[in-house]
């Protein structure tokens, strides 16, 4: 029974080819532009989750306090308040795995003719386990380097690129503030930071030979900041808690003064970035299934053309013995019918705008199977729904009166 209507409905549409297409054309608009935004949406979360990743997990960073100069008040960090005793008194908490004192500045490096502005960073070796990053080759430094304040580097990607080219750093010397310093390493690559910087850019040394041979310090062991690892997620609140209470301590702070230290939640920034991720892609496919209500509209408008045009055909059709839900099933098919294939010239469309959009602006874009089939099963249920009061229609025709239309 359902073979011989689908032939019906395939010859209805064929004997008026450009309504039907022109009628399934809404239909393509809009499954293509959802599975577009979606994957725009899902692309943008996508780079947003590999920049948390690249982050390391459950991170605080610590940084020193602000100062009051003349009436003027500066920004945290102006006042060196951490020292590299506050990093290791820290990393004795039973809630945090892991924690590096960071000495940071830029200068210029060289290597031969080459040379590059990028940033030093003063640490110990527990900042690529708390950063989780993996040295490409060569090997870290030690706490014995740091202990000697050993003129030993390692190199972020993008360093290693500039000076170097395609050719193998570890084993070379590079200068540093016009001191020699051995490359024993170069880090695997991490990409841009949430901020967008790239964190390749960058080169590291024992924090002890930045202090000493390349900075100075203003207090003996003072650092910018300290960044720390709790053990787990659910550890975070007593992390940060435990480490209030140490640095209150070890800066014999008054009990009613202000922290002379900042304790930043990484984690709980990159979440709301990567929330707010999720509520645009939520929102541009939300927006773009308007174009499927369009699309819906347009095919029960032209149903009821259909219905009108066909009232004579369908007062035949009962007076031979056809019953209502027969003339329902048989318009209904056809409205399934003009969904459907304008859903799967959308799907096509969608996902060759998505890579195409790779392609030409290098976009992140993600088209996951879940998006297609979400936007295929919306579209085919907006064309049922909007299929159906046309098709119920011509159903409840009276035979006399169908007969009777001219």
Known sequence: MIAPMLAEAWHAMGANRLRSFLTMLGMMIGVAAVIMMLAVGQGAQYAVDQSIASMGSNLFIVMSGSTTSGGIRMGMGATPTLTTGDAEAIGELSSIAAVAPIAPGTTQVVYGANNWSTMVAGTTPGYLTVRDWAVESGYPFTESDVRSATRVTLLGRTVAQNLFGDA???????????????????????????????????????????????????????????????????????????????????????????????????????????????????????IASVSLLVGGIGIMNIMLVSVTERTREIGIRVAIGARERDIRTQFLLEAIIISLIGCMVGVILGVGAAVGANLAASTPVVVTGASVLLAFLVATGVGVFFGFYPANRAARLKPIDALRYQ
């Open 168 to 286: 193998d750093p570890v084993g070379k010397t590079i200068r540093i503030k016009q001191s020699p310093f051995l490359v024993i390493g170069v880090l695997a690559p991490k990409g841009q930071s949430l901020d967008g910087r790239d964190q390749d850019d960058t080169l590291f040394v024992p924090v002890t030979t930045a202090q000493r041979r390349l900075f100075g310090t203003q207090f003996p062991g003072s650092v910018r900041f300290i960044v720390a690892q709790a053990t787990s997620a659910e550890a975070m609140t007593a992390a940060e808690r435990d480490m209030t209470q140490l640095l209150r301590q070890r800066h014999h702070l008054p009990e009613r003064s202000d922290n002379d230290f900042d304790i930043r939640n990484l984690t709980a920034l990159a979440n709301a970035a990567a929330q707010t991720t999720r509520v645009m892609s939520i929102m541009l496919g939300a």
